[in-house]
């Protein structure tokens, strides 16, 4: 991490503190013109007790680098970086099981993180700007550690409940795999699988496997699975779809399937039609957030041409 004393030094440039005292002191809006290297320190000093900063970037490469320079400055773990799905919203193509992952686990960070709630929270405009199911910061993950008694079968229906795909191999994130009474997982938010043994409705070990030769490694505190689509097959999305294929005869099939509770290839694209009401990002940010906008005139092109 960078000293402190260096990040104080940047914040107490005039035109900087100014700008600081500007938004602290109530105005809505307060610009001024920096070069790209100072956009981690302005991040951080414009942090309040309490809230969040949200800091807006023109492309996803943009927000990787600005995420990492600030984590140098208060600790990787103060910061998320908030993905943009790799599809558009219309598109019929999910989005990856880890994009999903990671945002899912940001958004409850963000409602129900407490003081670990992130401090800083660096998103490219594509993100900002989609809407996405109301609720999802409120989707329990999957949680399983050593010595907790739940049965087997209850942990394999949250799993599929939570979108994960079940196979005979786990060799990608989002598939589960059960043998006997080891059940063997890939959260989309992980480098490796975890393998979860049971000993009847006990937990006895929890240990992350390699995806090459299915050989356990390390053991590890619990099994932290999140969700892997941000849109669940619940009893009332699935009685929604039914209607619909009623009423939409070439999306039929499409809805027939969700109807029966088959995850189908780009459902996320029905969303808007599939459930009851929809949010953005910034409808989620604590009260008193600052939202920074790290390049007015790139955002805004990027924004038109989305």
Known sequence: MVQP??????????????????????????????????????????????????VVTATARDAEDLARAIGELIGAENVAEFPAWETLPHERLSPRSDTVGRRLAVLRQLVHGGRSRPRVVVAPVRSIMQPQVKGLADIEPVEIVVGQEVELDLVVQRLAGAAYSRVDLVERRGEFAVRGGIVDVFPPTEDHPVRVEFWGDTVEDVRQFAVADQRTLVPVARLWAPPCRELLLTPQVRERAADLAKSHPSLAELFTKLAEGHAVEGMESLAPVLVGEMELLVDLLPAGSTVVLTDPEKIRARAADL
């Open 5 to 54: 004393q260096l990040t104080a030094a940047v914040a107490a440039e005039t035109h900087l503190a100014a700008l600081v005292g500007a938004v602290r002191s109530g105005e809505r809006e307060a610009s001024l013109r920096m070069p790209p290297a100072l956009y981690p320190f302005a991040s951080v000093a414009l942090e309040s007790p309490n809230a969040t900063v949200l």
